[in-house]
């Protein structure tokens, strides 16, 4: 009865939020497939329903890609952006911070970690190439699941140690067209699973750790417009279900649909 009652809730939420919005939105259409190449300033908002097995909540979630420059384990200096949240209302959204680059087709490689000011690298030694292809561009060219997975460094005083691993998998689930309060968008609905433990330098302790897993929904001049996660952290273990209401990225008309 309890879980009738949550997805009562849901879909009056979910219906709400598209009543709330204006009668006629656009639609988006699926053309190459590519990711958006993201910049500072860059942001994403999303209307979330948070369902605990103690109450339910509903807020917003920003996503704001602000730019970065940071040092590698080798003191290289490296352009990143960074992938900062905020959160409104009564949700809470527990991750570790990502740091991300992208390739000149637009390949999302996701280089570290941020946690209590420390950054965590994706490298195998402090002289190796860091980073892992998180998501390939075109979205078309993921046809089979892909998993990546690397250890995690941390450097300081010039001292680098193993302080924890991280793994990302990603199933392609095929095509959907999904209406979110923003527009009605043609997307690659994606499975994934991504997990991250931070240990301390000397591996004597674990400081947290993160396990997402659920279904995403990519539009890729945007990004993901629609989620549905079960996150499991130190700090939380709630189902998230967020959809797009808010973006100033702006889309390609290419990628606009006539009907």
Do not use: H, M
């Given at each position: 009865m309890q879980n009738h009652s949550k997805f009562i809730f849901l879909w009056l939420f979910l219906t709400q939020l598209v009543a709330c919005g204006n009668n006629e939105i656009p639609s988006y259409i699926l053309t190459d497939s590519q990711l958006h190449t993201y910049q500072g300033g860059d942001r994403l908002?999303?209307?979330?329903?948070?369902?605990?097995?103690?109450?339910?909540?509903?807020?917003?979630?920003?996503?704001?890609?602000?730019?970065?420059?940071?040092?590698?384990?080798?003191?290289?200096?490296?352009?990143t952006f960074v992938r900062n949240q905020e959160t409104l209302g009564n949700i809470?959204?527990?991750?570790?911070?990502?740091?991300?680059?992208?390739?000149?087709?637009?390949?999302?490689i996701l280089q570290a970690y941020s946690e209590a000011g420390k950054t965590y690298w994706l490298a195998e030694s402090q002289n190796a190439e860091t980073g892992k292809t998180f998501y390939s561009s075109p979205l078309t060219d993921i046809t089979e699941q892909v998993t990546i997975s690397s250890q995690l460094l941390l450097c300081e005083n010039t001292i680098c140690n193993n302080a924890g691993n991280t793994s990302v998998e990603l199933t392609p689930l095929g095509k959907e067209t999904i209406e979110t309060d923003y527009a009605k968008f043609e997307t690659h609905k994606m499975f994934i699973s991504w997990s991250v433990t931070l240990q301390n330098d000397d591996q004597s302790a674990t400081l947290s750790t993160?396990?997402?897993?659920?279904?995403?929904?990519?539009?890729?001049?945007?990004?993901?417009?629609?989620?549905?996660?079960?996150?499991?952290?130190?700090?939380?273990?709630?189902?998230?279900?967020?959809?797009?209401?808010?973006?100033?990225?702006?889309?390609?008309?290419?990628?606009?649909?006539e009907n």
């Open positions: 908002s999303y209307s979330v329903l948070s369902v605990s097995s103690t109450s339910d909540a509903t807020g917003i979630l920003n996503l704001t890609f602000e730019n970065a420059d940071v040092l590698t384990p080798d003191n290289q200096t490296l352009a809470s959204v527990n991750f570790a911070t990502p740091y991300f680059t992208q390739t000149e087709n637009a390949d999302l993160y396990n997402l897993t659920g279904t995403q929904w990519v539009f890729p001049p945007l990004g993901v417009v629609k989620f549905d996660y079960r996150l499991e952290s130190t700090f939380t273990n709630d189902q998230l279900i967020g959809v797009l209401n808010a973006t100033n990225i702006n889309i390609p008309s290419a990628n606009k649909s």
